[in-house]
């Protein structure tokens, strides 16, 4: 009930809790989610120039929302709106200078790893034999939970479809 173990408890407890307290408020208002897979290896391959690349991930969490496929991750950390939201793949890219001298620094990780996430999920999905349409990726924020899931936009659809992912890869 005392010391650094106890503190830590009661740093993560709090939000925990908000969360759940949220998770419950969408279920009491009629909203209707399955709970596909919790931590679930997520694992492909992608063939690069005849090179096999082994891709993996774990999805914190997959569910199905009101009948929408949907892949999310749960962060601790800041996560704002304006990280959610895509208009242009090319973003995807590496820091770099254009022709102009202009630094463009990357700057949409959690994007890029919800991406690769649903990449990964319809790639699995596809080896299986079970082709999925699309799927929507978000974030459940801890720090945040009365903002509920914050779903990716490209190109401000949130249903993202395996010919997007092509762009993707």
């Keep these: 009930s005392t010391g650094s173990n106890y503190l830590a408890y009661q740093a993560v407890r709090r939000p925990v809790y908000n969360y759940l307290d949220v998770q419950k408020k969408e279920i009491e208002d009629g909203a209707k989610v399955y709970v596909v897979a919790l931590e679930e290896k997520l694992e492909t391959t992608l063939d690069v120039d005849g090179v096999k690349v082994r891709l993996y991930g774990i ?17 601790t950390g800041r996560v704002e709106k304006k990280d959610m ?14 022709e102009g001298g202009v630094e463009h620094l990357f700057s949409q990780g959690k994007s890029m790893q919800l991406l690769f996430y649903a990449y990964i999920y319809m790639q699995m999905m596809k ?20 903002e509920g899931t914050m779903m ?11 010919d997007d992912m092509e762009k993707y890869e």
């Design 59 to 75: 999805a914190d969490r997959i569910d199905m929302y009101d009948g929408v496929l949907r892949v999310i991750d749960y962060k």
């Design 85 to 98: 939201k895509m208009d242009d793949m090319e973003l995807l890219r590496s820091s770099y200078i254009d």
């Design 127 to 146: 080896e299986k034999g079970e082709n999925i349409d699309s799927v929507r990726v978000g974030i459940e924020s801890l720090r945040k939970p009365g």
């Design 152 to 162: 990716l936009t490209l190109d401000d659809r949130e249903d993202i479809s395996l």
